[in-house]
């Protein structure tokens, strides 16, 4: 492992942080950034780090205080505030107690803060308080795991590391840990630092360069002991095309996959709780899903407990079926999946009685799933979770492949699972996702002019996951760069013409392959054109049936067929227009391509609602733009309406808003609330229209 110890950054950091937190919390916050950043030591919010200092009273004296990294905060990223203030003196004084239950000790922990309005210390605040040294280090490391986590793991750990570690059996977190690392290292005074069998690394030292270089030095001694004992010829390598083979499997069979994971509410109007998928398809992967007795070696307990509440106790294996018949996939996908939630469900039962007060259930259906020939697919209540899943799945793969190489994997016993994964102050980590959508893939054609970047960034604000399409170029690239940056992780954007079936299909595909399918679909693209009817160029007729007509028929289609194969429902918006009720002359093309487009959408609404999928429209009028998003539909338009009307573009734009009952001016913000109220389901309605218009009685959906 790479030493990235830099005096210049520690200084920078102390001249950045030193004069609001002190030198010490500054130099505790540049290492646990280094310690965050190593994804073989830490993942997602794990790994504690601490310092002893003194905290200054609000009356000028000194008293003597740990900060220690707050419960959930990512190392990676961590500010001195996440380094919360905690009384030593207090902390230490609870040493002499026999025991302490969670609720007590986050109590005392809590009561322990000198500034009430700080974040909650994470559960092994004790650990650091009782251990020796100013600057202590704590992370999962891959390298120390692969040693403890197999038959002989001690004796591995001893010979990797020698008198520097003690080494301490398996102790669940907490109080008891704290007592009992306190004791193993008073037991070995010459060792700065503490295995923690099956959990992971603590270092000790003066200064934050000293804590951190120590534990760099043991995890490299721990990867080499682990290299040095692999066996020869333990790795195996698969086809050059296994990847994109891989690849194309599961664009077709992750709305399969996704849709059987979801879990029925017994709400008529929301019957689904979905899942958002995340895979790992790389060479290594399914090389070692390839490795004789993987199902063995991978179908094994965590590495370490913290990541409990985010994969479950086991994955999901389901052998390879035979990839082109989707009804066997479908039977034996969906038979694994129901296999899975009943030996959950009884492990839970076995256990109940242990579950403390107040905590629900998890849902019983795997958050990962083995497939050889496919890979592991990670799953989560957002796309969030399920990125947080895939990393952890990645890390534990990589580590159980190198178990694997060496000797047995030998994981934690059920019981302690158990303990741990219904544990309050874990759950407490579990923030439910924000937004009415925050389960659901949203797929928004046409999405770079002003109603859909309005749309997108409307259904982003409620939750939903948003794959932005529109032809390839500057707009729609500039687009999913601006969503993404404003919604990290729940914005993309590919290339999608409409008018070409296969291009359609692909866009389905890549939102698969992506998030694992597809529930709601804003057929929104459509272009305009200004001519009277005796001198309309029939090419130009032509051009707008291909995209307002054709393209609407297209992706109705491919949402059929996706809906069907994913069997959770599904929800289509079209983004119709008033002139579908209340045609204007000269813009007869645009006027009857969209009436088309409409009674298309009607006739979806007829043919799709055995799958549960709604078919709605709004119809808005007069949308300019959206922010710096101008509407392409008046770029054509505009000239000629301000030429008839002898207006500027102002002065058009008001004619539009006073020619309205309401004198309101419609904005791509309004369209996305009406497409809002069919998404969440507001009331059982398929068919319907709404206007957006500000009221034209002549547009009037009748």
Known sequence: MLNRWSDQDA????????????????????ASRLLGREPALVLHGGGNASVKAAWRTVTGDEAPAIFVKASGFDMASIEPAGHPGLDLGALLRLRGLDRLSDEAMVNEVRRALFDTR?????????????????????????????????????????????????????????????????????????????????HGLITWGSSARESYER?????????????????????????????????????????????????????????????????????????LLDREGAKDALVTPALTTDHLIRTRSLPLWIDAPAWG????????????????????????????????????????????????????????????????ARDI??????????????????????????????????????AAPAGALADRVALVTGAAGAIGTGVAAGLLEAGCHVVVT???????????????????????????????????????????RTWGGVDLAIVNAGIAHVAALTVMDVEAFRKLERVNIEGTLFVLAECGRHFARQQTGGDVVLVSTKNVFAPGARFGAYSATKAAAHQLAR???????????????????????????????????GPDRMKARGLDEAGLEEYYRSRNLLKASVTARHVANAVLYFATRQSPTTGATIPVDGGLPDATPR
């Not at 020939?373 to 796309?383: F, H, P, S, V, Y």
């Not at 030998?410 to 699972?417: A, P």
């Not at 500057?474 to 940056?485: I, Q, T």
């Not at 055995?610 to 054509?636: I, K, Q």
């Open 215 to 287: 534990h760099v030095d043991l995890v490299s001694r721990a990867e080499r002991v682990a290299a040095a004992r692999a066996r020869r010829g333990a790795t195996i390598t698969v086809a050059a095309d296994a990847v994109s083979a891989a690849w194309d499997r599961l664009a077709g069979l992750a709305p399969v996959l996704r849709g059987q994971l979801a879990r029925p509410t017994g709400d008529a109007d929301r019957p689904w709780d979905r899942v958002v998928l995340q895979p790992i398809v790389t060479d290594g992967v399914l090389a």
């Open 325 to 388: 018949d989707e009804a066997a996939v479908r039977t034996r996908f969906g038979a694994a999946i129901e296999a899975y939630r009943q030996s959950y469900g009884a492990y839970v039962e076995r256990h109940r009685a242990a579950m403390q007060d107040g905590l629900e259930e998890f849902d019983p259906s795997p958050r990962v799933v083995l497939i050889p020939g496919l890979g592991a697919i990670c799953a989560g209540r957002n796309a969030r979770e399920a990125a947080i």
């Open 603 to 637: 006739i979806a609404s007829l043919e799709m609602a055995d799958l549960d999928v709604r078919v709605n429209m709004v119809s808005p009028d007069a949308v300019f733009s959206h922010g710096a998003r101008r509407s392409g539909l008046w770029a054509e338009v």
């Open 470 to 512: 529109d032809l390839p170029g500057a707009a729609l690239e500039s687009l999913a760069a601006e969503l993404d940056a404003a919604f990290p992780g729940r914005a993309v954007g590919v290339p999608m013409d409409v008018t070409d079936g296969a291009s359609v299909a692909d866009a389905f595909r890549f939102a698969s």
């Open 11 to 30: 200084a920078r950091a102390v001249d950045t942080y030193g004069p609001a937190w002190g030198e010490a919390v500054a130099l505790r916050t540049y």
């Open 118 to 198: 700080g974040p909650t210390p994470s559960i092994e605040a004790l650990v650091h308080a009782f251990l020796p040294g100013v600057f202590i280090d704590h992370t999962h490391a891959d390298a120390i795991l692969a040693l403890t986590n197999q038959r002989g793991g001690r004796a591995l750990v001893a010979e990797a590391l020698g008198a520097s570690a003690a080494v301490l059996p398996y102790v669940e977190p907490g109080f008891q840990l704290a007592r009992a690392a306190s004791e193993a290292a008073a037991a070995a005074p010459s060792a700065y630092g503490l295995v923690l069998m099956k």
């Open 393 to 430: 799945t990645a890390q534990t793969l990589d580590v159980k492949g190198r178990i694997a190489a060496m000797g047995s994997y030998e994981g934690l016993s059920e019981r302690e699972l158990f303990l741990m994964e219904y544990r309050g102050v874990q759950h407490a980590k579990l």
